[in-house]
């Protein structure tokens, strides 16, 4: 179930403000009644929606993976003018979200869509799907300080979850290492923090796997469409990685 105003806004008909002016004014059906009232909820793919007593045309689901480069903004706009993912979209007429975010310095997989379902059940805490970066660190962090990261580390939002850590490239002339990492929460910057925790602070970090997916043949900058059986295969791993969870509470008792 979806917000009228978003799925007005999606099928095309005008920008979010103004649908919501068209719905105020009157001008909205659903199901043959007349809405008035902001915030109702609707499911596009069963109610009949109108505007102006023309049926609006059902949007097409589609879901994107994205290797979005360094520098770049995960969002549809930026008010100080910076690159967003949606510039690296080209031919897409969908509007399309990006399922969680990296940030600003952060490069590797993204997830898309349209499909505000789709994007909740990835997202949802409960679900808890793997996420595996590439650390990139000067240094190399001895075995006993990684396993700070595999134990829970304490951050300042309170303890993480056991993270699956490994080195995945030293090398001992430059002084650097790459750690592999994955983590099942979605904390803001939290790899990052996890590693300042340890004080070996990030130079680079990279996306490189979400569930099963990963950014094979597709460039830094290039995107490609997940197709049906992947599409599936996510929601039923959303759902696996529930039932895990709820079966194996972490070590506070919650489940993750």
Known sequence: MERLQKVLAHAGVASRRKC?????????EVNEEV??????????DVDEIKVNGRPIRKEEKVYILLNKPKAVISSVTDPAGRQVVTDYLKGIKQ?????????????GLLLLTNDGEFANMLLHPKHGIDKTYH?????????????KLRKGIKLEDGMTAPAEVEYYDVNPEMNKSVISVTIHEGRNRQVRRMFDAIHYPLSKLKRVKFGFLTLQGVRRGKFR???????K????LALRSHNIQKETPNEEGSSL
Do not use: C, F, Q
Not at 95 to 107: I, N, Q
Not at 137 to 146: A, D, E
């Open 135 to 147: 650390a990139t660190v000067k240094g190399i962090p001895h075995g006993n300080v990684l396993d």
């Open 20 to 28: 919501e002016e068209l719905i105020t004014a009157g001008k909205v």
């Open 225 to 231: 469409y997940l197709t049906k059986s992947e599409v």
């Open 95 to 107: 509007r399309v979200y990006p399922v969680g975010r990296l940030d600003y310095d952060t490069e």
């Open 233 to 236: 295969e996510m929601k039923d």
């Open 35 to 44: 809405v008035t009232e902001l915030g109702v909820k609707v499911d596009p």
